[in-house]
């Protein structure tokens, strides 16, 4: 564990993302010069704050996986605080700063805010442009990172291997994933000019575009979608929303021309399924029509992509309605997009897993081959994958005792758990779409912040930081390699050989001279 090289990676990519700052700076501009200052401040902060991570010692491209897990979480936690800092110059406090900052970067779109009209659009676009940010952060962890370390789920996006992991990240996926970058950027201006064509203003349009795409549901309006009141911007919405979820290589590789993807791929037609079956089910307990089943597809969309978006106010809706968006939001979007939740392709092979250990009780000697994709999987990928399952659930009901220990009811507890860990955004009662997170205690707040981080970076990232193995062969100070050293040592040894016979043949010289005088 070279904390040296972690800190300096932090401190680069801080200041990276500091840089950001002056779009908001220079859209307030317009209206104030004194409303760019909290955003070139923080642009400040961030570069001093950045430059005091980074060192002086060399990089690597060789990081560990224990390194990148650090410096992942360790990222998200500084980016996030940074972030919160133009909140604080607007008159929030540091945990209500820090939770709509930390529910911005990891898309998740639990808020604060209860009056809307209080700040100012330069506001609302960082707050929007803080969850676009963060949907790019989290396509670049699935594509780059977790499928090095096993806990992505497709083990591979770009090759067609599922050989162990390597202990060490290197820029394999580079490529890849900058075409990935420029399609979901394209992505998100198609969505703004179609939902400008539609009658939502530009700034909003811009808005929801950015927040729709990371799957992380803020919006300027205070009724969400809702407010609108426009069925052309709410199929528009759906089919981006649906986007969201899926798979961001895997719709890449579609729309590059493998079109035949889009109908193999299991985990896009289970995640498609799941969002339909919701939404037509949701619709027809809504008393069926054609309003009702795009009120439904809307919230199976939202929900399951972990996007947040309301068409609706879903809190006056009768328990067995909340029972299916329940279990909307426990299915979750595929891997490799911006969506939260443990994921279809993690539910499916969980599911397979029991499956199959179900049938090895009824038949002890019998071998049975798991296929994914026309792949066969190894056991031990779906133990793995089992397991992050299982922890994603500890995970939902430890949040949530502890909520209620706090003083909070049941079911604002179960919720609020569900909605942050699972990086959905609204939950229920005075959590709800149209509702606020400012209710709930300070300390509440921090549970939520802390389910939040986890949830978005697939708990595995985070909580193998709490075992003592990962910090064995801790170093805080740079150390030369010893190949190096050695090759210091073979190059002074050389210099003060060729030193000797200089000075050897000097001494010649002058004696030759002194002869011939």
């Given at each position: 564990?070279?904390?040296?090289?972690?800190?300096?990676?932090?401190?680069?990519?801080?200041?990276?993302?500091?840089?950001?700052?002056?779009?908001p700076a220079?859209?307030?501009?317009?209206?104030?010069?004194?409303?760019?200052i909290?955003?070139?401040?923080t642009?400040?902060i961030?570069i001093?704050?950045?430059?005091?991570?980074k060192?002086?010692?060399?990089?690597?491209?060789?990081?560990?996986r224990?390194?990148?897990?650090?410096?992942?979480?360790?990222?998200?936690?500084?980016?996030?605080?940074?972030?919160?800092?133009?909140?604080?110059f607007?008159?929030?406090?540091?945990?209500?700063?820090?939770?709509e900052?930390?529910?911005g970067?990891?898309?998740?779109?639990?808020?604060?805010?209860?009056?809307?009209?209080y700040?100012?659009?330069?506001?609302y676009l960082w707050?929007?442009?803080?969850?676009?940010?963060?949907?790019?952060?989290?396509?670049?962890?699935?594509?780059?990172?977790?499928?090095?370390?096993?806990?992505a789920?497709?083990?591979?996006?770009?090759?067609?291997?599922?050989?162990?992991?390597?202990e060490?990240?290197?820029?394999f996926?580079l490529?890849?994933?900058?075409y990935?970058?420029?399609?979901?950027?394209?992505?998100t201006?198609?969505?703004?000019?179609?939902?400008?064509s539609?009658?939502?203003?530009?700034?909003?349009?811009?808005?929801?575009?950015?927040?729709?795409?990371?799957a992380?549901?803020?919006?300027?309006?205070?009724?969400?979608?809702?407010g609108y009141?426009?069925p052309t911007?709410e199929?528009?919405?759906?089919v981006f929303?649906?986007?969201?979820?899926?798979?961001?290589?895997?719709q890449?590789?579609?729309?590059?021309?493998?079109?035949?993807?889009?109908?193999k791929?299991?985990?896009l037609?289970?995640?498609?399924?799941?969002l339909?079956?919701?939404?037509?089910?949701?619709?027809l307990?809504?008393g069926?029509?054609?309003?009702?089943?795009?009120t439904?597809?809307?919230?199976s969309?939202s929900?399951?992509s972990?996007?947040?978006?309301a068409?609706?106010?879903?809190?006056?809706?009768?328990?067995?309605?909340?029972g299916?968006l329940?279990?909307i939001?426990?299915v979750?979007?595929?891997?490799?997009?911006?969506?939260g939740?443990?994921?279809?392709?993690?539910?499916?092979?969980?599911?397979?897993?029991i499956?199959?250990?179900?049938?090895?009780?009824l038949?002890?000697e019998?071998?049975?081959?798991i296929?994914?994709?026309?792949?066969?999987?190894?056991?031990e990928?779906l133990?793995?994958?089992f397991?992050?399952?299982?922890?994603?659930?500890f995970?939902?009901?430890?949040?949530?005792?502890v909520?209620?220990i706090?003083?909070?009811?049941?079911?604002?507890?179960?919720?609020?758990s569900l909605?942050?860990?699972?990086?959905?955004?609204?939950a229920?009662?005075?959590?709800?779409?149209?509702?606020?997170?400012?209710?709930?205690?300070?300390?509440?707040?921090?549970?939520?912040i802390f389910?939040?981080?986890?949830g978005?970076?697939e708990i595995v990232?985070?909580?193998?930081?709490?075992h003592?193995?990962?910090w064995?062969?801790?170093?805080?100070?740079y150390?030369e390699?010893?190949?190096?050293?050695?090759?210091?040592?073979?190059?002074?040894?050389?210099?003060?050989r060729?030193?000797?016979?200089?000075?050897?043949r000097?001494?010649?010289?002058?004696e030759?001279?002194?002869?011939e005088?």
């Open positions: 564990m070279r904390l040296w090289l972690i800190s300096t990676i932090i401190g680069r990519l801080l200041q990276y993302f500091s840089i950001a700052l002056f779009i220079l859209y307030s501009m317009k209206t104030s010069t004194s409303d760019a909290p955003y070139f401040t642009f400040f961030g001093l704050f950045g430059k005091i991570l060192s002086n010692y060399p990089t690597t491209k060789n990081v560990h224990t390194e990148a897990m650090v410096i992942v979480s360790g990222t998200w936690l500084m980016i996030s605080l940074v972030a919160s800092v133009p909140y604080c607007m008159g929030m406090s540091f945990f209500d700063a820090f939770f900052s930390m529910s970067l990891t898309t998740t779109g639990a808020t604060i805010i209860t009056d809307f009209s700040y100012n659009d330069s506001f707050r929007a442009m803080t969850q676009w940010f963060g949907g790019l952060g989290v396509i670049s962890i699935f594509v780059v990172i977790l499928p090095k370390f096993g806990i789920g497709r083990q591979l996006f770009f090759a067609e291997s599922s050989s162990a992991p390597s060490e990240v290197d820029d996926f490529t890849g994933t900058r990935i970058w420029m399609f979901y950027t394209i992505l201006l198609t969505c703004a000019l179609l939902l400008f539609a009658g939502m203003n530009f700034f909003d349009s811009l808005l929801h575009a950015l927040t729709t795409l990371a992380g549901g803020f919006s300027p309006n205070p009724q969400s979608i809702m009141d426009s911007i199929w528009i919405l759906i929303m649906m986007m969201a979820g899926a798979s961001f290589p895997l890449f590789k579609i729309f590059s021309g493998d079109i035949q993807l889009a109908f791929d299991v985990e037609k289970l995640y498609l399924l799941s339909v079956i919701g939404g037509c089910l949701l619709g307990m809504l069926g029509g054609i309003d009702n089943l795009r439904g597809l809307f919230q969309a929900l399951i972990s996007t947040g978006f068409s609706v106010d879903y809190n006056f809706w009768n328990d067995s309605l909340k299916v329940i279990a939001m426990l979750g979007g595929c891997a490799g997009s911006a969506a939740g443990a994921k279809v392709i993690r539910l499916y092979l969980a599911g397979q897993h499956f199959t250990e179900l049938k090895k009780s038949f002890p019998a071998l049975f081959n296929k994914f994709n026309e792949r066969s999987l190894p056991i990928l133990r793995t994958t397991n992050l399952v299982a922890l994603y659930i995970t939902y009901v430890f949040v949530a005792l909520l209620c706090l003083g909070n009811d049941l079911i604002i507890s179960f919720s609020a909605a942050c860990v699972g990086n959905i955004g609204p229920f009662n005075e959590l709800g779409p149209m509702g606020s997170f400012a209710s709930i205690s300070n300390t509440s707040k921090i549970v939520l389910g939040m981080w986890v978005r970076l990232t985070v909580m193998a930081l709490f003592p193995i990962a064995r062969n801790f170093q805080i100070h150390k390699p010893k190949q190096s050293r050695v090759k210091k040592r073979r190059g002074k040894r050389k210099k003060a060729h030193n000797e016979k200089e000075e050897m000097t001494n010649i010289e002058n030759q001279k002194n002869s005088n």
